[in-house]
């Protein structure tokens, strides 16, 4: 009995051999990873499962861009409010919303109960500005000095009709959380260009007004199932604005650094075992963060910018969190060689008390847009820098609630909304589409997320079809798999 309990369980050593390399397997595996997911959730980096391996694929011809900063308006801006004059509206002031226009849209549940549809114009004041004799309000007199260095395009349109759908499907190509970003692609793409500094950073700028702000996660950020290299790393908006960037007490530098080194190590052993790409973007992360306690205290001092540069930005910038504050450092991080910067300004969902709100988030974001631009153009750096500004949808011309003279509020509109480009090899001073009388419905050259999408990958260097990964039996990318076009007549 003995002997054929020996037979199947194997010799007693053997056993126990067994058991040491599951320990050894376990603590690689488990402890590895909490060591390495502490280290990385400090920089809001996500330790996902890899399906890319480390190498960078490159753009596939010559980009015009090697940067981006992308300023997202989440809540989605008023397209008739800022840039999409509708004068004609002036005389439906409080009259219904003509069905054939409407023409059975689905609507949100905070306005699907409402008796009527009434049309409430712009209270705004709007000006034809520039050579290109673009329309904006009132609410952004700097914007209105720089229409000629845009690229406007007012007939974007988007199939989700709700915040967190619509806001993934923009930053994702997806309306289902899970997939990359398109900052997570342009990290894969194309590589870091300053390893002392992530590829790509986050920053959520807090806005004047806080009547209704949209939660905003790090799914938004997410590598997906890239590489957790290429995740986002999210500054925070107060005290240090990456945790743990000074060592403990009585750690000096050579200490973290030999700690570094063994850690590296047993991620090499790690690898050699088990060839989980995610051990090497883990050694990677170490050795960023031991880089990032360096650079990143520099590139947040702003002692060194000139009383210049607080006269273009305004004295906002000098307040950290704020937009114009978000949009220095958006400059200082490119200037730097990151690759994508994504900035959000919050509370732009005006379902009531547009003339409460509105004006405030214009003061938040318009000089310090303008600012951007030009300190962009006076370093040279635009040319090669894209810089995109617009929310997830739109907003309606008719009124959601009590509609005055004076006031009034809009729900949400994914039929046609207004965005902006600038500089990476845009068309400056280009205007393109066109919405009807209402701004309910596109009239002409209408641009979908996935169109801009695969615009801003060719702005990279990229085809957008060829840009994909391998993931779950598929050739996954940005654009998915339904049509997308490149947009030429936004390209120089």
């Given at each position: 009995m003995a002997s054929s309990m020996q037979e199947r369980s194997g010799p007693p050593h053997a056993a126990r051999e067994a058991r040491r390399a599951i320990t050894r397997r376990h603590f690689f595996a488990n402890g590895g990873g909490c060591l390495g997911a502490a280290t990385l959730a400090t920089l809001g980096l996500s330790p996902n499962s890899p399906a890319a391996g480390a190498s960078v694929p490159g753009p596939h011809f010559a980009p015009r861009a090697k940067s981006v900063i992308y300023l997202h308006m989440v809540g989605g801006p008023p397209q008739m409010d800022l840039f999409d004059y509708k004068p004609a509206m002036e005389e439906r002031f409080d009259q219904d919303l003509p069905e054939s226009i409407r023409s059975g849209q689905r609507l949100t549940t905070m306005t699907s109960g409402q008796e009527r549809f009434p049309i409430a114009p712009s209270k705004y004041a709007f000006q034809r500005c520039g050579e290109s004799g673009m329309w904006v309000s009132e609410l952004l007199p700097w914007t209105q000095k720089m229409v000629d260095d845009l690229t406007f395009v007012r007939s974007v349109h988007t199939d989700a009709i709700n915040h967190e759908p619509a806001i993934t499907l923009m930053q994702t190509g997806n309306q289902i959380t899970g997939r990359p970003c398109i900052g997570s692609w342009a990290s894969y793409g194309l590589g870091s260009l300053n390893n002392q500094l992530p590829t790509f950073v986050v920053l959520v700028a807090e806005s004047t007004n806080k009547e209704q702000v949209q939660a905003i996660s790090s799914r938004l950020w997410s590598a997906g199932f890239l590489d957790g290299k290429h995740a986002g790393v999210s500054f925070r908006q107060a005290g240090d604005p990456v945790l743990y960037l000074d060592d403990p007490p009585g750690v000096s530098r050579g200490l973290r650094r030999r700690v570094i080194d063994g850690l590296s190590d047993l991620n090499r052993i790690a690898h050699q075992r088990h060839s989980d790409p995610e051990t090497l973007t883990r050694i990677?992360?170490?050795?960023?963060?031991f880089d990032m306690q360096a650079s990143v205290p520099e590139l947040t001092d702003l002692s060194s910018e000139t009383g210049g540069t607080y006269e273009l930005y305004g004295e906002a910038a000098r307040e950290s969190g704020t937009f114009a504050n978000s949009a220095l450092l958006a400059r200082r991080l490119v200037?730097?060689?990151?690759?994508?910067v994504q900035v959000y300004h919050n509370n732009w969902d005006t379902h009531a008390n547009v003339a409460g709100r509105l004006p405030d988030q214009c003061r938040d974001i318009d000089r310090p847009c303008f600012a951007l631009v030009q300190d962009l153009k006076q370093r040279g750096l635009l040319d090669d820098?894209?810089?995109?500004?617009g929310g997830e949808f739109g907003r309606t011309i008719y009124s959601q609630g009590q509609l005055?003279?004076?006031?009034?509020?809009?729900?949400h509109h994914p039929r046609c909304f207004t965005m902006w480009m600038a500089g990476g090899g845009t068309n400056a001073g280009a205007i393109y589409g066109e919405t009807d009388d209402f701004s309910y419905n596109i009239a002409k050259d209408p641009v979908h997320v996935r169109d801009l999408h695969a615009t801003v990958l060719e702005l990279l260097g990229f085809d957008h079809?060829?840009?994909?990964?391998?993931?779950q039996g598929l050739d996954?990318?940005?654009?998915?798999?339904l049509p997308a076009r490149v947009i030429r007549r936004l390209i120089a």
């Amino acid at each position: 009995m003995a002997s054929s309990m020996q037979e199947r369980s194997g010799p007693p050593h053997a056993a126990r051999e067994a058991r040491r390399a599951i320990t050894r397997r376990h603590f690689f595996a488990n402890g590895g990873g909490c060591l390495g997911a502490a280290t990385l959730a400090t920089l809001g980096l996500s330790p996902n499962s890899p399906a890319a391996g480390a190498s960078v694929p490159g753009p596939h011809f010559a980009p015009r861009a090697k940067s981006v900063i992308y300023l997202h308006m989440v809540g989605g801006p008023p397209q008739m409010d800022l840039f999409d004059y509708k004068p004609a509206m002036e005389e439906r002031f409080d009259q219904d919303l003509p069905e054939s226009i409407r023409s059975g849209q689905r609507l949100t549940t905070m306005t699907s109960g409402q008796e009527r549809f009434p049309i409430a114009p712009s209270k705004y004041a709007f000006q034809r500005c520039g050579e290109s004799g673009m329309w904006v309000s009132e609410l952004l007199p700097w914007t209105q000095k720089m229409v000629d260095d845009l690229t406007f395009v007012r007939s974007v349109h988007t199939d989700a009709i709700n915040h967190e759908p619509a806001i993934t499907l923009m930053q994702t190509g997806n309306q289902i959380t899970g997939r990359p970003c398109i900052g997570s692609w342009a990290s894969y793409g194309l590589g870091s260009l300053n390893n002392q500094l992530p590829t790509f950073v986050v920053l959520v700028a807090e806005s004047t007004n806080k009547e209704q702000v949209q939660a905003i996660s790090s799914r938004l950020w997410s590598a997906g199932f890239l590489d957790g290299k290429h995740a986002g790393v999210s500054f925070r908006q107060a005290g240090d604005p990456v945790l743990y960037l000074d060592d403990p007490p009585g750690v000096s530098r050579g200490l973290r650094r030999r700690v570094i080194d063994g850690l590296s190590d047993l991620n090499r052993i790690a690898h050699q075992r088990h060839s989980d790409p995610e051990t090497l973007t883990r050694i990677q992360q170490y050795e960023l963060a031991f880089d990032m306690q360096a650079s990143v205290p520099e590139l947040t001092d702003l002692s060194s910018e000139t009383g210049g540069t607080y006269e273009l930005y305004g004295e906002a910038a000098r307040e950290s969190g704020t937009f114009a504050n978000s949009a220095l450092l958006a400059r200082r991080l490119v200037e730097r060689g990151v690759r994508f910067v994504q900035v959000y300004h919050n509370n732009w969902d005006t379902h009531a008390n547009v003339a409460g709100r509105l004006p405030d988030q214009c003061r938040d974001i318009d000089r310090p847009c303008f600012a951007l631009v030009q300190d962009l153009k006076q370093r040279g750096l635009l040319d090669d820098t894209l810089v995109i500004w617009g929310g997830e949808f739109g907003r309606t011309i008719y009124s959601q609630g009590q509609l005055t003279a004076e006031n009034y509020g809009r729900d949400h509109h994914p039929r046609c909304f207004t965005m902006w480009m600038a500089g990476g090899g845009t068309n400056a001073g280009a205007i393109y589409g066109e919405t009807d009388d209402f701004s309910y419905n596109i009239a002409k050259d209408p641009v979908h997320v996935r169109d801009l999408h695969a615009t801003v990958l060719e702005l990279l260097g990229f085809d957008h079809k060829r840009l994909s990964v391998r993931h779950q039996g598929l050739d996954q990318r940005l654009t998915g798999v339904l049509p997308a076009r490149v947009i030429r007549r936004l390209i120089a």
